[in-house]
């Protein structure tokens, strides 16, 4: 990605001296400060428009025109923020810890298109008050190990996030390497993947994580406890929803079934939750997923990628406690941010590294997670051509989009997993197709061949399963509203729906847990609150 151009430093301007009017802005009671604006601005009419004809002529040529984008944007950031833009730009850049993760490093997987970021969340609870960690479970030393670990990769046309999770229980191999905190020397041996950090910091993440996947890291960003509290807070909080009560004795996190309104320590408690069931690190990866596309959300619908002193003030607080390597400063972040300003929840896409093996044990390290080779090879190989993971995700091959749907309710089970056969109860014609095809449209897995009830009309819809797929019942019924749930013992694993007269409408559902694609990833707008 060619670098952003720096805006020009301003020259020291002597004492005493007045300071000059903006180019182009008139100062109040003074005629003659506009003079020298109109001068400037006719010396530069010509050089403008030979290079407005040349950046229109790069995109007829079909050139990538990232650059002309990142300039532009600065450019309006610096105006937008009322002559504070320079301000912003030189003082966020003060806020960033420095880091060298790509020292020495050789041969890399080639570069591949778009830009891959490493996202590494640390524990920092050593910045946290006493009082913080009391409240939401941080106790226990700090310890020099990552807490969450993702892949970012932004497609090269600025238009779509693709986020992977990396279990940190992951078995991985880590190359030869000097430890970090004992200077000792080892050779190549097995470890879970967030170790890797511990015995060599972000350099030798960096490393593992090149040498796992085949993608060429571009840029790391590195978060802990108290940067993602901040961030939280300085947006307003962050809107979490639950089909299902979540509560975790570990962390603290007690959210009942619905909406939540989380602020930066609630949301810290939810995102390091994995005690809720037998999901463990796996679940705790998805919440992971669903918050960070709750965040896109908040910071998207709520203005703050659009007003500069919104930005810089979000911006500031969450680079109060980040680390970065040293080509990511913030003028690529701010362009970066500029350039993605017209994201939506729908712009990202979420998955988790495909695993193959649960419990894989490793001698003196315990169970691990063992990835899929032939899955997870095509999930990384999709990152390095700059495909999209779902069909819904742009450049996914999205067609024209129909009417507005309704907000989706939340259910437990996804509609995906949910076998259904249909059978018309009534004496309508036709009404058994209508119901089999709109309960297949909000996702249910249904046979697509309704039967004819030979009993008695019905005259409420009812909905019959087996006491053993009780939770897959309640998500049907919630998409029949007014129906009637029926226990059928021994019925299998199949529901049946008695459509009866009453049946107007399929209401859509959507899961917490819904996957879709080959690689089993969600788009934000899929997990976001309705």
Not at 53 to 78: D, E, K
Not at 169 to 179: Q, V
Not at 215 to 220: D, Q, T
Not at 403 to 417: D, G, I, L, T
Request: overall charge positive; some cysteine.
């Amino acid at each position: 990605m060619p670098t952003p151009p720096r805006s020009p430093r301003p020259r020291p301007r002597p004492a005493g001296r007045p300071r000059p009017a903006q180019p182009g802005v008139r100062a109040a009671g003074n005629e003659r400060s506009a003079q020298p604006a109109r001068k400037a601005r006719k010396a530069r009419k010509a050089p403008a428009a030979r290079t407005a004809r040349t950046a229109r002529a790069r995109r007829r040529n079909g050139r990538p025109r990232w650059g002309m984008r990142v300039a532009t944007t600065l450019s309006v950031l610096v105006l937008g923020a009322g002559g504070i833009g320079h301000a912003i730009v030189t003082s966020l850049d003060t806020g960033i810890g420095r880091v060298d993760p790509f020292k020495d490093m050789k041969n890399r997987p080639d570069g591949g298109h778009g830009m891959n970021i490493l996202l590494v969340g640390t524990d920092g609870r050593d910045k946290i008050t006493k009082e913080e960690r009391q409240k939401y479970r941080l106790g226990g030393a700090p310890c020099r190990c990552t807490d969450t670990i993702m892949l970012v990769h932004v497609s090269e046309d600025r238009e779509r996030a693709s986020i992977v999770s990396l279990p940190r229980d992951s078995y991985a191999e880590l190359p030869a390497h000097t430890d970090a905190t004992s200077g000792d020397k080892h050779g190549p041996h097995p470890v879970k993947l967030n170790a890797a950090y511990s015995e060599g910091g972000p350099h030798l993440t960096v490393r593992t994580v090149e040498s796992m996947t085949g993608v060429k890291i571009n840029h790391y960003l590195e978060v802990d406890f108290t940067s993602f509290m901040k961030t939280v807070d300085s947006l307003g909080g962050v809107e979490i929803c639950t089909a299902k009560p979540l509560k975790d004795s570990h962390t603290g996190l007690d959210l009942d079934a619905g909406t939540h309104k989380l602020d930066g320590g609630q949301a810290l408690q939810y995102v390091r939750s994995r005690y809720l069931d037998g999901s463990s690190d796996l679940g705790r990866m998805q919440r992971q997923q669903r918050f960070m596309a709750a965040l896109i959300n908040q910071a998207t619908s709520s203005g703050v990628l659009l007003n500069p002193v919104k930005f810089r003030g979000v911006t500031s607080t969450m680079l109060d406690s980040v680390r970065a390597d040293k080509g990511f400063g913030t003028e690529e972040m701010l362009a970066l941010g500029k350039a993605m300003r017209d994201f939506t929840p729908a712009s990202s896409e979420f998955t988790s590294v495909p695993v193959a093996e649960r419990g894989f044990p490793v001698k003196g390290i315990g169970s691990t997670l063992k990835w899929d080779p032939v899955k997870s090879g095509k999930l990384f190989r999709a990152l390095r051509e700059d495909k999209p993971l779902t069909p819904s995700a742009p450049g996914g091959g999205r067609g024209p989009q129909g009417p507005k749907q309704p907000p989706a309710s939340a259910v437990e089970v996804s509609p995906q997993q949910i076998r259904v056969q249909v059978y018309n109860a009534t004496r309508q014609d036709g009404l058994g197709q209508r119901v089999d095809g709109a309960l297949r449209g909000t996702g249910f897995n249904t046979t697509r061949a309704p039967l004819n009830h030979t009993g008695p009309e019905v005259s409420r819809t009812q909905v019959l399963f087996d006491p053993r797929w009780d939770r897959s019942a309640k998500s049907l019924a919630t998409a029949l509203p007014g129906c009637e749930l029926r226990p059928v013992p021994r019925q299998g694993a199949t529901l049946k729906v008695m459509a009866g007269t009453d049946y107007k409408t399929v209401r859509p559902v959507r899961a917490e847990d819904v996957h879709q694609g080959e690689f089993g990833a969600v788009t934000g707008d899929q997990v976001v609150c309705p």
